[in-house]
């Protein structure tokens, strides 16, 4: 009695898993299905093995891959190393740096807003574009020299 009711009860759920699997169509669909014939399945196979010896011919070569920056033969702990002197420099460079009113004293700097900064540019441009009309040809300068 109690085997006839295990029974009962696997063959219950096995019927219950059997009813809420996916069709054939919806496993296709996410293609964890394909119905091929052996014949196709060597066509595709072959399709795909071409397609990665095509890749491998016209990938580049190492050298092309170091000149370009991607590949390089230098080990973990030297790449780490170069990178933290790097560091240090750029580091130093930004502590050694000159504050903003020095570079201002100076002249380098120009405390200036977008719209002063716009207005210094199109005056300049204003100014060279007279400088230019007004002065001498090529012609007029040759004669000078004679």
Known sequence: MAASLEKNLT??????SLGSRS???????????SAQTPVSAEL????????VQNSIEKRPDLD???NQGIYSDKSAASSELE????????Q???EKRPDRDD????????NQTPVSAELEKNMTKDSLGKNLKARPDAADLGDKLK
Do not use: C, P
Not at 84 to 90: L, P, Q, W
């Open 11 to 16: 063959s219950h759920k096995l019927q219950n």
């Open 23 to 33: 069709t054939v169509t919806e496993l296709t669909d996410q293609g964890i299905y």
């Open 44 to 51: 595709e196979k072959n399709i795909i093995s071409h397609k």
């Open 64 to 66: 092309d891959l170091k």
């Open 83 to 90: 990178k933290n002197i790097i560091s240090h420099k750029v």
């Open 92 to 94: 130093n460079s930004i």
């Open 103 to 110: 570079l201002a004293n100076q002249g380098i700097f120009k």
